[in-house]
């Protein structure tokens, strides 16, 4: 990654030599990563000795150089993966299997006009940036000043400026008055508060993405789309990765993985006017109790805060569905892998 945007389309350069202001990630033998940012003059110090700025400037991407301690160490440019994971950060970040799978599932498209909220600490922001292009639009909206600062540094960093397609506002998505989307992906405690906006700002055949953290809100969040009628029926899931070990004839699963981060669920509008057809289902329990309960006034997710309780905002949930929920009083959803890596070990960061 450069300091400068590429006059011709804006984004990034990954290729060539590297030059002063990029971005460039060490391992060293035992697989440890640590990133910096080329400066002339200047040196990289660890235990194991100090490495000169001036020795990486100038030779090609995935380079060795070695430490005056002796160490040698792999140069490459970070991926945008590596550099999600260990960006600062505000709110916690969305993790790169699920920004993968709403670029790709929510099919963005060059050229797209994509509404996001939160924006949190920007991971999202980067991943919808690339897949829009110079060419759309990235309508970020964010309810906290102060994760919005961290969002706009960050990717400000990865980008090397402002990205031309990139729209940072801060205040309550719902206040947003635009319409014509063609996708919209809602980082939220309460996404089907939006729906309203939802309905009204997406285009006939757009996507419509909900990011959250616990199966309450999964439940009360595919349930109230269907109650609208003008989406198709929701579909949920979420995703885990698990790296496998192979060496030589050792080959087994990772005892580490990637497992719970959150739950995706997806919709897309119909026409104006247009009511979906009853999806025909087996008869269920579940179905017949969640219903008794709306009929009751009752929330599948309890008894809820009066909006703007607490710290959590009352509709945006900036990347950090666990924390807000938490405070909010929502009841939490499984527990992590307590095999799972914490995010500093999985983007190979030394702290």
């Known amino acids: 990654m450069t300091a400068a945007l590429s006059t011709v389309d804006s984004v ?20 440890r990563m640590h990133t910096i940012v080329l400066e002339p003059g200047r040196s990289f110090h660890t235990h194991r000795g100090a490495l000169e700025h001036d020795a990486l400037i100038g030779l090609p991407d995935g380079s060795v150089v070695t430490s005056s ?3 040698a160490y792999l140069a490459l440019r970070p991926l945008l993966s590596d550099y999600v994971l260990s960006m600062p950060r505000g709110a916690q970040v969305i993790y790169p299997k699920d920004s993968a799978q709403i670029v790709a599932m929510g099919d963005i498209f060059p050229g797209a006009k ?17 897949a829009v292009g110079t060419s759309g639009e990235l309508h970020s909206w964010e309810v906290r000043g102060d994760f919005a600062a961290i969002a706009r540094k960050n990717v400000e960093a990865f980008f090397g400026g402002p990205h031309p397609a990139w729209h940072l506002r801060v205040g309550d998505v719902v206040e947003c008055d635009e319409t014509g989307f063609d996708r919209i992906i809602l980082d939220m ?31 009360e969040l595919v349930e109230a789309l269907r109650e609208r009628g003008c989406f198709t029926e929701p579909r949920a899931w979420e995703s885990l990765v698990r790296d496998w070990h192979a060496d030589g004839l050792a080959v087994r699963p990772d005892h580490r993985m990637i497992a719970h981060t959150a739950f995706l669920v997806s ?14 289902r087996k008869p269920s329990k ?3 109790a969640y219903a008794a309960l709306r009929a009751r006034g009752v929330s599948s997710r309890g008894p809820q805060p009066p909006r703007g309780a607490g710290d959590a905002s009352p509709v945006v949930g900036s990347e950090d569905g666990l ?6 009083g929502v009841p939490p959803g499984p527990p992590p892998s307590p095999a799972a890596p914490g995010r500093g070990e999985e983007a190979g960061t030394s702290g």
């Open 267 to 280: 919709t897309r509008r119909l026409a104006p006017g247009v009511t979906a057809p009853p999806r025909r």
């Open 189 to 219: 405690l309460t996404p089907w508060e939006a729906l309203d906006l939802v309905e009204r700002a997406l285009v006939p055949g757009g996507v419509f993405i909900g990011y959250v953290a616990t199966v309450p809100q999964l439940s």
């Open 323 to 328: 924390g807000k929920a938490a405070a909010a």
């Open 69 to 71: 301690g002796g160490t």
């Open 114 to 130: 994509v509404l996001e909220a939160g924006a949190g600490s920007g991971a999202l922001s980067c991943s919808l940036l690339r």
């Open 12 to 31: 990034p350069a990954h290729r060539g030599p590297f030059r002063p202001g990029d971005r460039v990630q060490l391992t060293d033998p035992k697989g």
């Open 286 to 288: 579940g179905a017949e």
